[in-house]
C-alpha cells in the first residue's frame, strides 16, 4: 500500500494562506482513481474538504470552501492551497485515496490515510 505523508501545515493567522502537499512514498498516486482532503477538529467528526480525480481535471469541494480552497495534483503530489483561512478551519488535515472512481465525501469510501497535518488559525 502506498504510504501517504501530509506536510505544509502550521500557525498561521486569520485571512492568511496555507498550502498542504500530500506525497506518496516512492510511488505514483495512479492506483488510486481518487484523491481528497479530510479535516478533523478537536471534539467533531472527521469531515470532507475536497477530492480530485486522477487526472486532476475533476474535483469537488465541500461547501464550507465557499471558493477559499483549490485542490490539485500531480502523479506524486496533492495539494490544497488555502486562503482566506478563518479561525473554524483549524484542525487536523489528512490526506486520503480511493480506489473507486466516485469523487465522494463519504470518508468510508476511502481506504488509505495519511497521518495528518495540524493547522490552526488564529483570530
Known amino acids: 500500500q502506498v504510504q501517504l505523508i501530509e506536510s505544509g501545515g502550521g500557525l498561521v493567522q486569520a485571512g492568511r494562506s496555507l498550502r498542504l502537499s500530500c506525497a506518496a512514498s516512492?510511488?505514483?498516486?495512479?492506483?488510486?482513481?481518487?484523491m481528497a482532503w479530510f479535516r478533523q477538529a478537536p471534539g467533531k467528526e472527521r469531515e470532507f474538504v475536497a477530492a480530485?480525480?486522477?487526472?486532476?481535471?475533476n474535483s469537488y469541494y465541500a461547501d464550507f470552501v465557499k471558493g477559499r480552497f483549490t485542490i490539485s495534483k500531480d502523479d506524486f503530489t496533492m495539494n490544497l492551497q488555502m486562503d482566506r483561512l478563518e479561525p473554524e478551519d483549524t484542525g487536523v488535515y489528512y490526506c486520503?485515496?480511493?480506489?473507486?472512481?466516485?469523487?465522494?465525501?463519504?470518508?468510508?469510501?476511502?481506504?488509505?490515510w495519511g497521518q495528518g497535518t495540524q493547522v490552526t488559525v488564529s483570530s
Open positions: 486520503a485515496a480511493s480506489t473507486s472512481v466516485t469523487l465522494s465525501p463519504n470518508r468510508y469510501m476511502y481506504n488509505n
Open positions: 480530485i480525480s486522477r487526472t486532476g481535471v
Open positions: 516512492g510511488r505514483t498516486f495512479n492506483t488510486y482513481p481518487t
